[in-house]
């Protein structure tokens, strides 16, 4: 019935946007469109700082017998921090981080970082074009390892034919990308600032891969221009969380095959009560940032271990909610230390924490909201890792996604599939192309 009462939105088009400092430039003036290589450096004097930081840092009395379940283990995080401060050792992240090549050119007003890394192809060779977008609180470092998978399939258990070209942004106000400087920079401004990247790359077609928010910035951009989008891969679909939602999660509770729910789609989405509860104690970050984000990015911008307590919490839960009963995390045994600790050093050294939290509260104001009741029209795949903080089954991602042609229930792995589990998600991306490059023939 939400479908009957609800009206149409309008559909979203490109607008003339402008997040640089001061006032718009006029129409006479020609934005900038040079492409500059760009590599990583943070200073010595920068790095001496976060030692003083780290040796002064200030920690509370642990509860007794607690895990993650309050948050950040207090014991762990003393692990951690010695770790960073006696045998992390950045300038050898750094020179690995400048193995791929870095750009920045100027859009919109700002300054937008990305990797792009092409293959070595053999005669009559070609490759497909990907972009690849991160979420929050990822980065560019979360694509390191599957990034070789996709562009040398042939040494990472692909074949020729898969061979990709892969473009890596870091969204505006992440890491490396400069921060808008004007309210409501939302994940449709995002998309259409990406439109405008692969543009001036020279791409008219081309795959868009993304979880987190990066799903939501590749789906609005197949939205946005779907003639330039030639499939889109998700491992995190979105769909419109309504009344034909709650429907299906009724009925499927008594009538699983009347909801299109197959025994894995029901284990994953029920017992929904106790989900939702997961939810609830896993979503409290999102109601900060999602109407103050200013306010806790001042302790977050000041303090390291704060700033890695906040982002590495995340990543424990949402890589598995069963984490939380353990001293660790579990992070130790999905990551390494290094992993975790360059993803904060990007957030850290670019001051990029509180700018990267705004996304949140524009999801809210603008017409993001809107644009996810809107289907995406373009050839769509899935990978359902079974450890994602939300699962949507196949039956249900023709609501956003009716061209889906592809959808896999993954075997192991949570929200950050790319970092986590790079194999899977990588032959899952080309068994994806794969059926949409058949259907074109």
Not at 113 to 138: D, E
Not at 314 to 332: H, I, V, W
Request: proline share 6%; aromatic share 12%; net charge negative.
């Amino acid at each position: 019935l939400s479908g009957v009462f609800k009206k149409t939105p309008e559909p979203v088009t490109i607008q003339d946007n402008y997040w640089g400092r001061g006032a718009k430039p006029s129409s006479k003036s020609k934005e900038q469109t040079s492409i500059n290589s760009f590599t990583v450096k943070v200073s010595d004097a920068d790095l001496i700082d976060l030692k003083n930081r780290l040796k002064n840092v200030r920690l509370f009395e642990a509860l007794e017998d607690v895990g993650f379940q309050n948050g950040f283990n207090v014991d762990y995080m003393k692990e951690l921090v010695a770790y960073w401060k006696d045998k992390y050792d950045w300038r050898k992240e750094e020179a690995h981080l400048n193995t791929l090549p870095h750009y920045k050119t100027k859009i919109e007003g700002i300054d937008v970082h990305f990797i792009h890394v092409k293959p070595v192809l053999k005669p009559g060779q070609t490759a497909k074009p990907l972009l690849m977008v991160h979420g929050w609180p990822g980065s560019v470092f979360e694509f390191y390892k599957i990034i070789p998978m996709l562009v040398d399939p042939t040494n990472h258990g692909g074949s020729e034919e898969d061979v990709f070209e892969v473009i890596a942004p870091s969204i505006p106000g992440y890491g490396f990308s400069e921060i808008p400087h004007k309210k409501g920079f939302d994940q449709i401004a995002a998309a259409q600032v990406f439109l405008k990247l692969m543009e001036r790359l020279g791409f008219e077609k081309y795959y868009v891969q993304g979880g987190d928010f990066g799903s939501i910035v590749t789906r609005t951009m197949a939205i946005l221009k779907p003639s330039a989008i030639k499939g889109l891969h998700t491992n995190m679909p979105s769909v419109e969380y309504g009344g034909r939602y709650m429907f299906n999660v009724m009925l499927g509770s008594v009538a699983p095959s009347w909801a299109g729910l197959t025994e894995e789609d029901y284990n994953r989405v029920y017992p929904f009560g106790s989900k939702m509860l997961d939810m609830l104690q896993e979503s409290g970050y999102m109601h900060i940032q999602a109407t103050k984000p200013d306010t806790v990015g001042f302790g977050l911008t000041d303090s390291p271990v704060g700033l890695a307590a906040y982002i590495l919490e995340k990543f424990s839960t949402a890589t598995n909610k069963d984490n939380r009963e353990l001293a660790d995390g579990g992070l130790d045994k999905y990551f390494t230390k290094d992993e975790l600790l360059t993803n904060v050093m990007i957030y850290w050294w670019s001051r990029s924490i509180t700018s990267s939290m705004r996304i949140y509260k524009e999801l809210w104001l603008g017409r993001q909201m809107e644009a996810m009741s809107m289907q995406v029209t373009v050839p769509a795949g899935v990978a359902a890792f079974p450890n994602e903080v939300t699962h949507v089954p196949e039956s249900w991602c023709y609501w956003g996604y009716p061209n889906l042609v592809h959808y896999t229930m993954m075997p192991s792995g949570g929200h950050f599939a790319a970092l986590e589990e790079p194999a899977l998600l990588a032959q899952d991306i080309r068994t994806f192309v794969r059926k949409v490059e058949a259907l074109e023939k």
